[in-house]
């Protein structure tokens, strides 16, 4: 008894071998506090499976289930899914035009910005959307973000006034009066930022760059002269304080005279030539 | 019915009359005879010292099990293993059934802590000295339920019919076709075909459910009898070495002076341990709930970060940080190799030290291979695989690399977007990571390098000269020259010492 005692690791057992040597409880009496625990502790767990029918935190939120991407519904979350990657988080200060613009809802009609999205905009970086022209969205999503986006960014009606025509189809090429009267126009009107051969002034870069005007349609430009790019400082069509707007033949002109400066194939950028004098020597 | 001479069977013996249960139990007991039978081994002595908050961990492991099979039935009474119908069947258990989200979180988090508790379980077999002689037998059956349970914890992952389970599915299929010769055939057998169709989802449902289990139930009785007639390892004492001549004698010894009853005594912590599992398994799933289903198990939704479930991680992570010429070979030899010197363990190392206090080597055994399997686990959460799918559309380009930029240069910035750059290539900080993030890309290339890797690719990105049109790429090299921050000036060619000739046109 005594080695027993000392070999015990803790207290504890020591305590109950002592116990056991005194009064040698009858093992049944435990065996049957035992089952008693497990018995509690299975009534236990059924009662806390029973209360998970009420809110408890692990509860799945159905609202959080996932979802297909042809079943999304929210506006925002198209939006900001497969827009605001160009056209900035808060429809402004994005790479592309900004769609944050009250004018640009009042110019351009449903169905025009229901087409852009569905196709695209052939010779800008504007991709086809719709999954018949190989995008992401269904016809419904389309819709949803039309007239969603619409709502949100349209704001107060303008007073009713002679808005420009968002789309003239596309102007004669070569149109030789268009494009003089348009140098007169960008001389009067745009030169003060642009510089007056539209290379740079206080606006930074050339508007007459090859390669950028490869890579944007006339309707781009004319986008870009009616609704200006009121997030970075460029005034709309209707131009400063004081500044009467530009009619719509005004604009068609300017946009003939940027035009006029394509090339036919912008070459490969650059890349230096450099001088071998050794192999230049050589008859 | 009942003599009151049956009723000296009943567990301990009863004391006073015995009330009307107690008499049925007799009844049942006079014929059946188990307290002859069960209540002796069950009533063994155990070594004294063995009865230690450190030798709960199996029989937790096995309540998590029992709990596992109790679950699980349950579950099945709803889930359909259909390939068509699994992920509605759980949506339907998720969200519509009552409690049937907490019977999946008690099954997600039974599965959880039975993988944890087997580790803790083995890592302290192995630091006890556990498996050395005479219980080899039992440290080879442990073995193997390890394996069967990662191998329900694999199929249970399936079972789990997400985009998760499929593509970890697809790893799995991978791993199987590399097997030489023989790849295509044990491919077809996993899947029931070629690739993941309808059968596959019928063949894991038949593993998890039938199969696997089974092998557990007859290993899990097996290693328990094992326990009970080899004895459960006592305490080790630094000093007290094993011999294969001298063991049994003082084992029997030992239990003889310094035992007590595994039922009612040697059990009592086994009982609170499991108490306590018990409690923080259920408050794990009714405080975080199941796991997924995440997204539809559709392979044509790309936009997918599929990651297995916690215990894959580190192998995962491994293979997927493989060299090529290393992966096949890797994949297929090192886990059984690995897995038969664990099985083997104790005929190479059956004697001798148990206590973990004089075996050095099993400290750096444990700490190394925890610190590495931890190591890829974290890689295999953090790293980031595969392109983020969406960014281009979905991550805006930072406001400040819009401001102050010239029309080409936007139109650079549109083209990073448009032509998906954004997918692999960070800027502000989003976007994927396959790449090297473009905020100050132009500090490290010039504008001819730029262009010739925009055009040309390079290691792992892909050549884009035919993909954009040389205004393109002159618009794109003139937004990327703009990155750099502005106390740091662009990198300058080292041959010219300038930016490049167009460069400087510009």
Redesign the interface.
Same mark, same amino acid.
């Given at each position: 008894m005594k080695? &027993?005692l000392l070999?015990?690791?803790s207290g504890r057992?020591r305590r109950?071998?002592a116990t056991r040597g005194a009064s040698g409880t009858?093992?049944?009496?435990?065996?049957?506090?035992?089952i008693a *625990?497990?018995a509690g502790?299975v009534v236990a767990?059924a009662a806390?499976?029973?209360?998970? #029918?009420t809110g408890?935190?692990?509860?799945?939120d159905?609202a959080a289930?996932?979802i297909?991407?042809a079943d999304v519904k929210d506006v925002n979350v198209l939006y900001?899914?497969? #827009?605001?990657? #160009?056209?900035?988080?808060e429809g402004k200060?994005?790479?592309?035009r900004p769609l944050a613009d009250g004018l640009y809802w009042h110019v351009v009609r449903d169905a025009d910005v229901r087409d852009v999205v569905t196709r695209g905009i052939e010779g800008t &970086?504007?991709?086809a959307f719709a999954m018949s022209e190989g995008g992401a969205l269904t016809d419904t999503q389309i819709d949803l973000l039309v007239t969603g986006l619409r709502a949100r960014w349209q704001g107060t009606p303008l007073a009713n006034r002679g808005l420009p025509a968002w789309s003239v189809g596309s102007a004669p090429a070569g149109d030789l009066g268009a494009t003089q009267r348009g140098a007169a126009v960008f001389a009067a009107r745009c030169a003060l930022c642009h510089g007056a051969t539209g290379e740079?002034g206080l606006a930074? *870069?050339?508007?007459v760059?090859?390669?950028?005007l490869?890579?944007?349609s006339d309707q781009a430009l004319r986008s870009a002269v009616i609704f200006g790019r009121t997030d970075?400082g460029m005034p709309d069509y209707r131009g400063g304080r004081g500044e009467t707007p530009l009619t719509n033949g005004e604009i068609s002109d300017v946009v003939a005279w940027l035009g006029s400066h394509r090339v036919a194939? %912008?070459?490969? %950028?650059?890349?230096?030539?450099?001088a071998n004098p050794a192999r230049e020597e050589k008859p | 019915m009942a003599s009151n001479d049956d009723d000296t069977h009943v567990p301990g013996g009863a004391t006073g009359t015995p009330g009307r249960l107690g008499r049925l139990g007799a009844w049942l007991d006079a014929r059946l005879r188990f307290s002859e039978q069960i209540w002796p081994e069950l009533a063994h002595h155990v070594p004294r010292s063995s009865a230690s908050f450190w030798y709960v961990f199996g029989s937790a492991t096995l309540l998590c099990f029992v709990l596992q099979l109790v679950t699980g039935i349950c579950l099945s009474l709803v889930y359909s293993p259909s390939a068509a119908e699994a992920w509605a069947s759980l949506e339907w258990l998720t969200y519509r059934e009552p409690t049937g989200w907490f019977l999946r979180a008690l099954h997600y988090w039974g599965s959880n802590f039975m993988v944890a508790l087997m580790t803790i379980h083995v890592v302290q077999v192995f630091f006890f000295g556990a498996y050395k002689y005479p219980r080899e037998l039992t440290w080879v059956v442990g073995c193997f339920l390890f394996l069967l349970t990662l191998a329900m914890a694999f199929t249970g992952q399936v079972m789990r019919f997400d985009q998760d389970a499929y593509w970890g599915l697809g790893i799995g299929a991978a791993i199987a076709g590399r097997f030489p010769f023989v790849g295509a055939i044990v491919v077809d057998l996993m899947l029931g075909g070629p690739i993941i169709a309808a059968e596959t989802l019928s063949r894991f449902f038949t593993l998890h459910v039938f199969v696997v289990p089974a092998l557990l139930l007859a290993l899990v009785a097996l290693h328990l009898w094992l326990v009970l007639k080899v004895g459960i390892n006592e305490w080790p004492m630094p000093g007290r070495l094993v011999t294969r001549e001298r063991y049994l004698e003082e084992y029997h010894q030992l239990v003889a002076e310094d035992g007590e009853p595994f039922v009612p005594d040697g059990v009592q912590k086994d009982l609170v341990f499991s108490g306590l599992v018990m409690v923080a398994l259920v408050t794990c799933a009714a405080v975080l709930g199941p796991s997924g289903p995440n997204g539809e198990p559709d392979p044509t939704l790309i936009n997918t970060l599929p990651r297995p479930d916690f215990w894959f991680l580190p192998l995962f992570a491994a293979f997927a940080l493989l060299p090529a010429y290393m992966e096949t070979a890797l994949m297929l030899a090192a886990p059984p190799v690995l897995f038969l010197l664990a099985v083997a363990l104790p005929f190479y190392s059956g004697t001798g030290e148990k206590s973990w206090k004089v075996r050095p080597g099993a400290w750096i055994l444990v700490v190394t291979v925890f610190v590495t399997l931890g190591t890829l686990a974290w890689l295999g959460i953090r790293s980031p695989w595969s392109p983020q799918m969406d960014a281009w559309s979905a991550t805006p380009t930072p406001v400040e690399m819009v401001r102050g930029r010239t029309p080409l240069q936007l139109q650079g910035a549109l083209i990073v977007q448009s032509r998906q750059c954004r997918n692999c290539h960070a800027l502000g900080g989003a976007g994927g990571q396959r790449g090297p993030a473009l905020d100050d890309v132009a500090t490290r290339l010039t504008r001819d390098q730029l262009i010739r890797q925009v055009i040309q690719g390079d290691g792992d990105m892909p050549a884009y000269g035919k993909n954009l049109l040389p205004a393109e790429v002159d618009a794109l090299v003139a937004f990327l020259v703009t990155l750099h921050p502005a106390n740091e000036p662009p990198a300058r060619d080292a041959a010219t010492l300038g930016p490049g000739v167009a460069g400087a046109a510009r």
């Open positions: 080695t &027993e070999r015990a690791r057992q109950r071998a009858p093992a049944g009496q435990r065996a049957r506090q035992w *625990g497990i502790q767990f806390l499976a029973l209360a998970a #029918c408890l935190p692990g509860q799945p159905p289930r996932p297909r991407p900001a899914g497969n #827009c605001a990657g #160009c056209h900035g988080a200060l994005g790479a592309a &970086e504007m991709p740079g930074p *870069g050339s508007l760059d090859p390669s950028y490869a890579l944007v970075l194939s %912008p070459r490969w %950028p650059a890349t230096p030539q450099r | -």
